[in-house]
Nanobody, 124 residues
Framework: QVQLVESGGGSVQTGGSLRLSCAAS????????MAWFRQTPGKEREGVAH???????TYADSVKGRFTISRDRAKNTLYLQMNSLKPDDTAMYYC??????????????????WGQGTQVAVSS
């Protein structure tokens, strides 16, 4: 059973930075995709960034060039570095893990382990 615990959220002004962390316990395949999602009330959950085998990454268009996903296998921790934050980035951010080991990120339904979320608030 994989457990994920996010941290690092907070309140920042426009243009600021935050780094989210997701500490994982339990077995996650070395090639399995992990991701960060975000959600605000009344909106659909959005996949923000995904990382898979060999460090392959994909990003939502809305965060490309501003966010960076990374993974420290020794620490079993997933990160999301968020720079140049905008008010539209305000959301609850969730870490997720899958058992998918393909060359491309899986559909959202393949993510079967989720953290409890960490809140990010960006003020103008």
């Amino acid at each position: 059973q994989v457990q994920l615990v996010e941290s690092g959220g907070g309140s920042v002004q426009t243009g600021g930075s935050l780094r989210l962390s997701c500490a994982a316990s339990g077995y996650i395949h070395i090639r399995a995709w992990m991701a960060w999602f975000r959600q605000t009330p009344g909106k659909e959950r959005e996949g923000v960034a995904h990382i898979g085998a060999g460090g392959r990454t994909t990003y939502a268009d809305s965060v490309k060039g501003r966010f960076t996903i990374s993974r420290d296998r020794a620490k079993n921790t997933l990160y999301l570095q968020m720079n140049s934050l905008k008010p539209d980035d305000t959301a609850m951010y969730y870490c997720a893990a899958s058992q998918w080991t393909g060359n491309s990120p899986p559909s959202d339904g393949h993510y079967n382990s989720w953290g409890q979320g960490t809140q990010v608030a960006v003020s103008s």
